[in-house]
Every structure is written in C-alpha cells, then in structure tokens.
C-alpha cells in the first residue's frame, strides 16, 4: 500500500485522504496501542464494508482555480457568454418552458452547480481538507445548493402534472381532439377514379429518382430530399420534395444560385416532373448547414416558440414554401400538446407570415402533422372513461390500427380540396378487425368517426398479397374509398423496384371479396361484378357501369363455382359470354335456347356478371333477391335444373 501510495504521489494525485482512511483503518484494526482486542472484532465486522458509509471523492474540485485577477474574470465571462451564444445558435432550442429540451440543458447544468455546491458546503461544515469550519460560508453554500435542487425539482413536478394520471387531466387529454360521427355513405362521395392516389410514398420516391435522372446539369450538384409530402394541388393528389445539395462542397459552389427546382409526382397518372423555379430558386431549406438552414433560421427568427415538424408545399401558382406549425401545451408543462398558430416561411426570400390556425389560407394542406393527429385521437380512445379505465376495465377502450411494420397505420385521403389522414380504429386488445375508422382534416384539426366493422389494414393487405403470391408482389397501405356506397380498401400491389404492377380492392366488411386488375378501371369493374355476385349491394343504382340488354339466347352452359351454380348464355351470337348466378337470379332456369330475354349486367372485358332480369311484366329479379317466383316457379326451375344437369 506505501508503494502504491508513493506511485500515486509522484503522478501528482494528492493521497491525503487516502493515507488518512488507511491510519483509520490501520488504528481500527490494531486497537488501541497495537492491542488486539476491540480491533480484531472490528476487521471482522468490516469485511462487508468496515462499518464505513462509502463517499464519491470530489477532491479534484479544489484545483478548480478561476482567474488571479479582475480582468481575467472578465475575459473568462466573455469567453464564456461567446460559448453559449455559438452553441445557441447551432442548437436553437426554444426559448420556452414547455420545451423539454430546454429542461433537460438547464437540468443539466443545475446537476452539475448542485454536486459543486454540496462538496463545498460538506467542506465547509466538516472543516476537511484545507478548508475550515465556517458557518456562515456552510449556509451561503447551502442556499446556493438548494437553487438548483429546486429548478430541478419544479421541471420534475411540471412532467409530473402534465401526466393522465393527475386527477382531471385524463378529462383534458380525451377533449384535445373532438370527433364527430357521421354516416359513411353520406359523407364520403363515391371515389373519382382519376383522383385517386395509386402510388404511396415509396413509389414516388422511386419515381422521383428515375425522373431526376433525365436532368444530367442537376444530377452531379443536387439530389431529391427524401421526405415527400402529399398535398393537393389544383384538384390533384400530389407528392412534391424539394431538391438539396448533394455534399457541402456542392452547397459551397451553388449556394449563390440556390436550389434551382422540386419535384412533383402525380399520385394519380405517376407521372413525374422536376419543376424548375427559374429566378424564384429555393434559398431556404434543410440542406443549408448555415444561417439559411430552414429549421435554425425559422427558431431564431421566433425563439420563444416550439416548432412542430416543418412541410414543404408550394401555393397554387406552384411557389414553394415551407409550413411551420407551433405547438401549444394545455396539460401541464409538456402535456396535451396541440397547434393553435402557424409560420409560413417564403423558402425564396425567407419572409415569414405569423397566423392562427383558423387563418390558414386554403392552398395550403399539412399545419397538423400525421402523427400528432393519430397520438391526439389515441388519447381520446384511452382517457374518454378516465384514467382508471383505461388499463383496468378498459370499457370502451380504443385506439388507431398499427401498420403492417408496428408503425403507425395511416395514409392520405383527397377530400373537399384538404388532405385528410386516415386510419382504422381498433379495440384494446388489438385483435384482427376494426371497428370503424377515422378521418382528421390536417388543415383544421376536423375529425369524423364512421362505425364499420371489418378486417384491419394488415388483414387486407396480406389477403390481397395471397390473390397474387405467385408473383410475390407487395401490397401498398390502403386507402379508404367509396365503392358503390361500400367502404372498401383499395391499394397497389407493388413489386421489387416498389412500382405498382397490378391493383386490388376489398370490401372492409367481407374482407374475403377481393378483387384483383391490372388497371384502376378494371379493378372497379371486377369488384362490383363481384359484390353483385355475392349479394352485396343493395340495387343497381348503386352500381356505375351497369347497362340493359335485350336479345336471343343463343346458347347456354353451366358450371358450379365455389359451391354455387352460374349459366352462362351467349346472346344473339355475341362474343361475350354472360353469367347468370343462381340462387339470385333463379328465373334463368325458366329460359331456354331461342328464348327472347332483358336483364341488366356489368360491363367488363371478360364475363359480364348479370345483375337483374326484367320479365315481360317489367318485374325484376335481382341477384341479391332471395325467389320471388312463387312455390310453382321453384319446383318448375328446380325441375329444369335437374333435366340441364342430366
């Protein structure tokens, strides 16, 4: 130990305490005058710790010298408020209570001033090392001590109170976002096929790229930011991303001209533009490391704000900007947060527009990002009965369907001229069915509930892969649409080079109805043939491509599928071949070859499902119509059936 001892003397470190502990322990275990008595007893009691509280050394602070004079300490605060200024500017936290990030830098601190104040006092009160016992000095450190314990302590209380389980704060949590409920089929039109999104995110990012390629004078300096966002623009669903320099040496020889264009993808045709800006280019975004960074330069222009995630969009005259909502906390210091105003910020010349939510003008479409609107209706689902429900009884506890990924599971909507995000809703217990799906408007913070029981998103996407498994096609995360007034998941089934290949749609109800074509128009065709087919819809209003025919049949065969019986006719020597589904339409059986008939169909380009036959009264029989021809029309078509099938 006295070699040691010296070893660590001679590399500087001072030993005094340590050289003092091993007297103590030398003198406790010998007794007194070398006596082996109450020492002995006293090694034996200490081999679990000696009897000793241990102690963190703190001795290092004591050669913690500030400057010999008056102008040292001043240059040293100069030195120090420069620091801090630099390091502000580089991280620009929010100047603001409610930021979280700003406890945790001022906590930091407060620990660190807390364990120096406390050495000092302990010093002080003990008369250690070479301080001496000072009252007065031992109580100015402690009250120097208590300051930062009690910053510490408030940022504490303030997450503590900001929790659901703070009685009236799971109330205040369920109320952030009010959802109406409103009837499906009246509120959501039936989709327009060409408006409709058949590419998501990753598709346009791959499309985006190709595209990009076919401008060489931008591919060596520039690169297309990943983050598409969808927006609506001129009535059309639309993914846009701004380009960025493709290193800093780029952004150092372009950064006089700016960033010179975006990219567009239609959502709908898949068609792709990089749109150049001509003498409007875009000074202002991510790709900047300096002052005209968007995130930097927005903070520091508004300091005491808290920024949600920034989106990049460009006004119907195609002028890009970039939306910058504001947080606003209700809960607590750091609960309950929501968006109450908004900065648009001019990504050409940097002016920036203060404005409240409600005085958002209409072009522009994401001031709520997606997952605060998902998070927000979460807190409603868990909370609506109290906290205590919430993981007791759990009545009536609900919450947003996960993705195929245990990510959020969302997409986009295109309705009224805003972008609405849409994702089902589940129980609790997060079984395999929805019960019912939501829409939050990402402009106004509008949300709509509509009760519908069915298959979750992950269900549908995995029985729309099954329809095509040979093929090992990915399916895209649905969209919610309105298919002859049947809520109905529509997606894209993707492959490797996540491009769309072929489309499907699923009824969400009977998530076994799928329909799978190689175009949108095919898709729907397939799809109402085969809700018509299962007795599904309703009537033939509902339908949009159905037509009436009257002609001769010509011939007829027939064929059991999947259980059911189907006559398929040929009409006047057509090349179409028409399918009568029994047990819906069991007058067929009263026709035969020769005979004159009228019915109604879907026009497809293969076989034309029959959706209702018109007898020479003008009555109709439709396939969803159980037998409306009476006991003698039924034992006369059953015996029909049986001579056909002999």
Request: aromatic letters at 12%; hydrophobic letters at 40%; glycine letters at 8%.
């Amino acid at each position: 130990m006295d070699a040691l001892l010296e070893a660590l003397r001679n590399s500087g470190m001072n030993t005094d305490g340590i050289g003092a502990d091993k007297a103590e322990a030398g003198e406790s275990k010998t007794g007194p005058a070398g006596s082996g008595g109450p020492g002995k007893g006293g090694s034996k009691g200490g081999k679990g710790g000696g009897g000793q509280v241990p102690h963190i050394d703190l001795s290092f602070l004591d050669d913690v010298h500030g400057p010999k004079s008056k102008v040292g300490w001043i240059v040293l605060a100069i030195v120090a408020v420069l620091v801090i200024l630099v390091a502000y500017w580089w991280f620009h936290p929010p100047l603001s209570l409610n930021s979280a990030d700003l406890w945790m830098f001022i906590g930091t601190i407060c620990l660190v001033c807390a364990l120096y104040f406390w050495y000092r006092r302990t010093n002080y009160k003990q008369g250690a090392g070479k301080y001496e016992k000072s009252p007065s000095k031992q109580k100015k450190f402690t009250v120097l001590f208590a300051i930062p314990v009690a910053v510490v302590v408030i940022g504490l209380l303030g997450a503590l109170f900001s929790n659901a389980i703070i009685p009236g704060n799971a109330e205040k949590y369920s109320e952030v976002l009010k959802t109406d409920t409103l009837d499906f089929a009246e509120d959501i039109h039936e989709v327009d096929y060409n408006q409709i999104p058949v590419i998501d995110a990753e598709s346009a990012i791959q499309i985006g790229d190709r595209e990009m390629g076919s401008i060489p004078e931008y591919v060596s300096q520039f690169e297309i930011n990943p983050r598409y966002y969808q927006i609506n623009y001129h009535g059309a669903p639309v993914r846009v991303s701004p380009l960025g320099y493709a290193d800093l040496f780029k952004w150092f020889t372009n950064r006089e001209g700016g960033i010179p264009a975006y990219s567009l993808v239609n959502m709908t045709t898949q068609d792709a533009e990089i749109v150049r800006l001509g003498d409007n280019p875009i000074y202002y975004s991510p790709s900047e490391p300096l002052a005209r960074n968007i995130e930097r330069y927005v903070q520091l222009k508004h300091p005491f704000y808290i920024f949600d995630q920034f989106s990049f969009e460009i006004d119907e005259d195609g002028h890009a900007w970039w939306i910058c909502p504001v947080r606003t906390f209700t809960i607590g210091l750091f609960g309950g947060y929501t968006i109450d105003r908004v900065v648009l910020c001019d990504a050409t010349s940097g002016e920036c527009t203060e404005m409240a939510v409600e005085e958002v003008p209409e072009w522009v479409d994401r001031v709520f990002p997606a997952e605060l609107l998902i998070e927000q209706y979460n807190w409603y689902g868990t909370y609506h009965n109290g906290w205590l429900n919430s993981f007791l009884g759990q009545e009536g506890v609900v919450r947003t369907t996960p993705g195929t990924d245990g990510t959020l599971g969302y997409n986009y909507i295109a309705k009224d001229d805003d972008v609405w995000v849409y994702t089902g809703v589940t129980s609790a217990t997060a079984d395999n069915s929805i019960i019912g799906f939501v829409l939050v408007n990402q402009r106004t913070q509008e949300s709509h509930f509509y009760s519908v029981s069915g298959a979750t998103e992950a269900s549908a996407m995995n029985s729309a892969e099954g329809q095509v498994q040979n093929l090992r096609y990915t399916s895209s995360f649905p969209l919610l649409i309105n298919v002859a007034n049947q809520p109905t998941y529509f997606m894209a089934l993707k492959d490797a080079t996540a491009l769309p290949k072929k489309f499907a749609m699923i009824d969400i109800q009977r998530y076994q109805n799928v329909a799978v074509g190689d175009t949108v128009a095919e898709t729907q065709t397939a799809y109402e043939s085969l809700l018509a087919r299962n007795g599904v819809l309703a009537n033939e209003t509902d339908i949009s491509d159905v037509q009436e025919k009257t002609g001769t049949i010509t011939a007829v065969a027939q064929a059991v599928i999947d259980g059911n019986s189907h006559f398929y006719c040929i009409i006047d020597d057509e090349d179409k071949l028409y399918d009568f589904a029994l047990p819906g339409l069991l007058n067929i059986l009263t026709y035969q070859v020769g005979d004159q008939i009228t019915f109604t169909y879907l026009d497809s380009e293969g076989t034309n499902t029959v959706y209702s036959i018109i007898g020479p009264d003008g009555q109709k029989q439709t396939a969803t119509a159980e037998d409306n021809t009476g006991e003698e029309a039924v034992d006369q078509a059953a015996e029909q059936e049986a001579q056909a099938a002999a």
